[in-house]
T-cell receptor
């Protein structure tokens, strides 16, 4: 079955620490990949996306992600987190085979000031 | 602000009742998607409409139905409500029916008592 897996459910970091959130998917065919962020009490916002081309994509607020096709991974990174990055992060994948956007379970990031 | 609007923001109702959630997509978007977000199930795709027609179905219960009107707004109808239907319901929209980026609305929080 098609699935998206996020390795970390809850991450706690201090400000200025580096962040990497893992995301793996199991899909056949062409995929488009997304990271969304949900700040407390708010809706999902697009952080970044990968459709094709350079596998290292840069998004808003200093986030970036790398698509590694051979590992079916799309990990999210940020060199130095801020308290305002406290939120829930969702990896999502849409396959050309199904056309359905499937989300990972989400990772709650807590940044301590 | 994604440009997707949803009403109402909050809805409190009793078991057995029926409610209607409304979504207006971003200007120019033809596809509307509905998602349910709950603590135990995470973010689940329910259904997609494209230009007035049902395009894809996910984990949508038979008690739930949706439609998209000629002006492209969509409504999600939930009937015979159960306690377990309490969740956040998000609407998203995209320009086409394929694998485009989906932009999410602020959600409707449904509480069934």
């Amino acid at each position: 079955a098609q699935s998206v897996s996020q390795h970390n459910h809850h991450v706690i970091l201090s400000e200025a620490a580096s962040l990497e959130l893992g995301c793996n998917y199991s899909y056949g065919g062409t995929v488009n990949l997304f990271w969304y962020v949900q700040y407390p009490g708010q809706h999902l916002q697009l952080l970044l996306k990968y459709f094709s081309g350079d596998p290292l994509v840069k998004g808003i607020k200093g986030f970036e992600a790398e698509f590694i096709k051979s590992k079916f991974s799309f990990n999210l990174r940020k060199p130095s987190v801020q308290w305002s990055d406290t939120a829930e992060y969702f990896c999502a994948v849409i396959s050309s085979n199904t056309g359905k956007l499937i989300f990972g379970q989400g990772t709650t990031l807590q940044v301590k000031p | 602000d994604s440009g997707v609007t949803q009403t109402p923001k909050h809805l409190i109702t009793a078991t057995g009742q029926r409610v209607t959630l409304r979504c207006s997509p971003r200007s120019g978007d033809l596809s509307v998607y509905w998602y349910q977000q709950s603590l135990d199930q995470g973010l689940q795709f329910l259904i997609q409409y494209y230009n007035g027609e049902e395009r894809a179905k996910g984990n949508i219960l038979e008690r739930f139905s949706a439609q998209q009107f000629p002006d492209l707004h969509s409504e999600l109808n939930l009937s015979s409500l159960e306690l377990g239907d309490s969740a956040l319901y998000f609407c998203a929209s995209s320009t086409s029916s394929g694998t485009d980026t989906q932009y999410f609305g602020p959600g409707t929080r449904l509480t069934v008592l």
